[in-house]
Nanobody
């Protein structure tokens, strides 16, 4: 499995999406997991991360709009994205926060104005 993100799509500004990412147990277990995004023509940036106990941190640009969560039994993390803005457009990836594993393909999110 490694890292498989899904749930992206095309949505209008103000809309919502929920992303999911299933990880291999070797990546997920006992690790802080994170979401990243790469806007067109830009570098990949950190969006949010969550510890094994559920403590979350967010980039300033998404705080209050995005919520990260994890299901340790399913080796899955989620990203609930509300009040989406055109600047949230990009490919979203999941990975460990540190010592990242090989990147999966990500899931594309397009927010239209």
């Amino acid at each position: 499995v490694q890292l498989q993100a899904s749930g992206g799509g095309l949505v209008q500004a103000g809309g919502s999406l929920r992303l999911s990412c299933v990880a291999s147990a070797s990546i997920f277990s006992r690790n802080i997991m994170a979401w990243y995004r790469q806007a067109p023509g830009k570098q990949r940036d950190w969006v949010a991360h969550i510890t094994t106990l559920g403590s979350a941190s967010y980039a300033g640009s998404v705080k209050g709009r995005f919520t990260i969560s994890r299901d340790n039994a399913k080796n899955t993390i989620y990203l609930q994205m509300n009040s989406l803005k055109p600047e949230d457009t990009g490919v979203y990836f999941c990975n460990k926060l540190t010592r990242t594993a090989s990147w999966g393909q990500g899931t594309e999110v397009t927010v239209s104005s």
